[in-house]
C-alpha cells in the first residue's frame, strides 16, 4: 500500500523511474527520501533559517553521484494525473 510520500500534493500516485535511462543505476528507491528531505530543506530556507543540507548534499548522501541519475530525480515531472485523470 503505498504510503503518503509516495503521492503528491494532490494525491495522486507518483511514478519514477525505477533506473537511470542513461546509465541503468537503479534510483526509484532513493526519489521518496530524497523528496522528504529535500521539502524539510524549503521549509528552513522559507523560515529564513541555514538548512541543514542543500540539495546537492542529499544527493550525495543518497549515493546519486553521476549528473544522468542526478537529471532523473531532478527534472522528474509527476504527469499521472493528467495520463489517467479517471478512477
Do not use: W
Amino acid at each position: 500500500m503505498p504510503g503518503s510520500a509516495d503521492k503528491n500534493r494532490i494525491g495522486d500516485i507518483v511514478i519514477i523511474p525505477v533506473r537511470c535511462f542513461t546509465c541503468g543505476k537503479i534510483i526509484g528507491d532513493a526519489y521518496n527520501e530524497y523528496r522528504t528531505r529535500y521539502e524539510e530543506y524549503l521549509k528552513t530556507k522559507k523560515s529564513g533559517e541555514k538548512p541543514k543540507e542543500t540539495p546537492k548534499q542529499i544527493l550525495d548522501d543518497l549515493g546519486i553521484d553521476r549528473y544522468c541519475c542526478r537529471r532523473m530525480i531532478l527534472t522528474h515531472v509527476e504527469l499521472v494525473g493528467e495520463s489517467a485523470p479517471y478512477e
